[in-house]
């Protein structure tokens, strides 16, 4: 496990990666994936598709998973610093409804990775943030399903400006009222 440090967090499955970053005067260089090093730590995904987005401070996006194509991802930011989240929906577990939050951001160059089974969500705390994440299936619009983002008695970091949610993410049901488990 050369060059990534791998932290299980209070949920099983999710952790904290945190990359070795080499760097000097001219700048850093850091992997910010290896196929060998995550399978040695026991985390076996194939990536199919990379994503990226844009938002500006308040925009909380989530919570989202999806029903029959659930993904497992491995998420970063490349600028600014986002609060991420991870919310357990296995059936069975014994974390059900509990979460896991991390401030990511490109300073610190840490990543969550966020097995299937999970909703996920972040809200930006900088002035900008770019966000990128890999999957391991695709996206698949009409399968979205998703997680009221005050719902599930997460800690959000408290900021000055007002939060911004897309209409969809307004509509997401409570925890209390979600009709759907994951059944891995």
């Not at 904290?16 to 985390?43: H, N």
């Not at 990536?47 to 659930?70: I, Y």
């Amino acid at each position: 496990m050369g060059n990534f440090v791998f932290n299980k967090t209070a949920i099983e499955g999710v952790y904290v990666i945190e990359p070795k970053v080499f760097g000097d005067e001219r700048g850093y260089f850091m992997e910010t994936y290896s196929e060998v090093d995550f399978r040695e730590a026991g985390l076996d995904y194939t990536f199919v598709q990379d994503n990226q987005s844009s938002s500006r401070r308040g925009v909380l996006r989530g919570l989202h998973f999806q029903k029959e194509h659930p993904q497992a991802k491995l998420v970063r930011v490349l600028s600014g610093e986002v609060f991420d989240v991870a919310v357990d929906l296995r059936e069975g577990s014994p974390t059900y409804g509990e979460w896991v939050g991390e401030l990511l951001s490109a300073d610190n160059h840490k990543q969550l990775m966020i097995p299937r089974g999970f909703a996920h969500g972040f809200l930006v705390v900088s002035e900008t943030a770019e966000f990128a994440y890999k999957c391991d299936e695709f996206y698949h619009p009409e399968d979205e399903g998703g997680v009221m983002y005050d719902s599930c008695g997460i800690e959000w970091p408290e900021l000055e400006d007002e939060l911004i949610l897309s209409e969809k993410d307004l509509k997401h049901p409570k925890l209390a009222e979600l009709d759907f488990k994951f059944k891995l």
